[in-house]
């Protein structure tokens, strides 16, 4: 339980929104993270959201690097952007710039970073990730690509070639569903990344940018 574990996170509003989302998450009996590609606006009440260990995980490599500005793919209901934000806050300002392309869970998330305090951290844009993220306004230090899968070419892979330029040198990804394609980019040392796959949520890939 998230409530027994120690976290790094030391604002006990942030820790109860956390605790409330990850408290209420479930998944629907036909599991749209597999098989073949679902619309998502069908699954509008689910939060499908990174794991809390995968969240203090964010925050503390965002402290790490002083991070400012950081991107994630999806925001779903807003459970990574709640870790993003909260280092924002804490690293003395910042933004998070969300995607998400269901309005029910724009709202939610809104809704929940609100509750938290930290509204004034997050700009989340509604939409297709492959055109709202297509101009971050400048270098970012973190991303997540946490979104739908489908057919390849992955979602992960359009959004890692889209944002991997817009990545400082030093800045890191981390990627939750592991998508064979996304591994083969941050694996091919041409593209500038060097990974680990690390033992959360099943197996999450993170990724370093050490050239362009």
Not at 7 to 12: E, M, Q, T
Not at 56 to 82: I, K, N, P, W
Not at 154 to 178: C, F, H, K, T
Request: with cysteine; aromatic share 8%.
């Amino acid at each position: 339980m998230i409530a027994d574990t120690h976290r790094p996170i030391l604002d006990p509003v942030v820790n109860a929104v956390i605790a409330r989302l990850a408290a209420a998450q479930q998944y629907p009996p036909d599991d749209p993270r597999h098989g073949r590609e679902r619309d998502p606006h069908a699954y509008s009440e689910y939060g499908f959201s990174i794991s809390p260990d995968q969240g203090d995980l964010l925050y503390l490599l965002c402290r790490g690097l002083r991070a400012t500005r950081v991107v994630e793919f999806a925001t779903s209901v807003g459970m990574s952007t709640l870790y993003f934000a909260a280092a924002m806050r804490d690293n003395g300002g910042g933004t998070v710039i969300g995607s998400e392309i269901v309005p029910a869970k724009v709202a939610t998330a809104r809704r929940n970073l609100a509750d938290a305090g930290l509204a004034g951290y997050a700009e989340i844009r509604e939409g297709d990730a492959r055109i709202t993220l297509r101009d971050l306004g400048g270098p970012v230090d973190f991303a997540l690509i946490d979104g739908w899968l489908g057919a390849e070419p992955s979602l992960a892979r359009e959004l890692i070639e889209i944002i991997a330029p817009q990545l400082r040198i030093g800045g890191y990804v981390m990627n939750d569903n592991a998508e064979p394609d996304f591994l083969a980019y941050v694996r091919d040392p041409a593209n500038g990344f060097l990974s680990v796959t690390l033992p959360l949520h099943g197996g999450t890939e993170l990724c370093v940018k050490v050239g362009e």
